[in-house]
């Protein structure tokens, strides 16, 4: 298959969030196949998120909320220790982050992951539409139940540096392709999305948003999808592919957010911000 077939066939949310924010960029991670640079930030990014996972499927296992602070730590050294080889960019110290993500993976236990009881972890979707020959693939990260409700809910962990911004939760895609998903694998879709942002630093903190999703933002999110895929059938056609991330101003459009910016300056000239 190649990477247009795959495209033109399944869009997940990271890839229709690429293209909305830079052409060009999309090009290099999703048709030319390029990880880009893998940053601490990144790395560190994917421990916590596989710590998540690994702690949640146990608590699934054993049909009970994941209490246990200390093996969460253990996991998070653990997956640290093995990301922590594929760093080419360090943006904060190795024992720093290490550090920090210890102390966090402790603090999400309490505050998070004991208060929820994992219903599906990493359940693969795929959704087919009526007179369509596409379909929507994805993963749904969590699906819990809150210790003390009844109902359902849609979950994704996240790591970062600092706290997100208002505009990033609304603006994300993740929520609506969730809750596709849920419908899905449940045949009822899950109308409520938490975003738990683990923020690394002194004093660790989980920053909660919730995000409610209903009919309309479901099929706006399959209205994208359709668009993005012709888009791409047309840009492939003419194999321009703009950096329209530089034009825009978006906030990852800088040396420290974007992995290809030193091939941007290249191919395109100019200067990317730091
Ligand atoms: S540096 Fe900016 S314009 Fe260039 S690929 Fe990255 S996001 Fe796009």
Request: glycine share 6%; net charge neutral; with cysteine.
């Amino acid at each position: 298959m190649n990477p247009l077939e795959d495209i033109i066939e399944t869009f997940s949310p990271s890839r229709l969030q690429t293209l909305a924010t830079c052409h060009y960029r999309f090009f290099r991670r999703y048709i030319l196949g390029e990880p880009g640079r893998v940053t601490s930030s990144m790395a560190v990014g994917s421990a916590f998120d596989e710590t998540a996972n690994i702690c949640y499927a146990d608590a699934k296992e054993q049909g009970s909320p994941f209490t246990n602070g200390d093996k969460a730590a253990e996991v998070f050294a653990w997956q640290w220790d093995q990301e922590k080889e594929e760093v080419e960019e360090w943006l904060s110290k190795p024992g720093e982050i290490l550090d920090q993500g210890v102390k966090l993976a402790r603090h999400w236990t309490w505050q998070v992951a004991s208060q929820y009881l994992p219903v599906y972890v990493q359940a693969d979707w795929t959704l087919k539409f009526p007179g369509v020959d596409w379909k929507v693939r994805g993963i749904l990260d969590l699906v819990a139940q809150p210790v003390h409700s009844r109902r359902l809910i849609l979950a994704d962990t996240k790591c970062t540096g600092r706290r997100w911004r208002a505009s990033k939760v609304w603006y994300s895609l993740q929520p609506p392709a969730y809750s596709l998903g849920s419908e899905a694998v449940l045949e009822k879709p899950i109308e409520e999305f938490q975003f738990h942002i683990g923020v690394r630093k002194k004093m660790p903190e989980v920053q909660i948003e919730v995000v409610p999703v209903g009919q309309k933002e479901r099929a706006a999110y399959v209205k994208k999808v359709a668009y993005a895929r012709s888009l791409v059938a047309d840009l492939y056609k003419t194999g321009v592919w703009l950096p329209t991330a530089r034009d825009s101003g978006h906030f990852m459009c800088s040396r420290k957010y974007c992995p290809y910016w030193q091939e941007c300056e290249k191919e395109w000239g100019g200067k990317v911000v730091e």
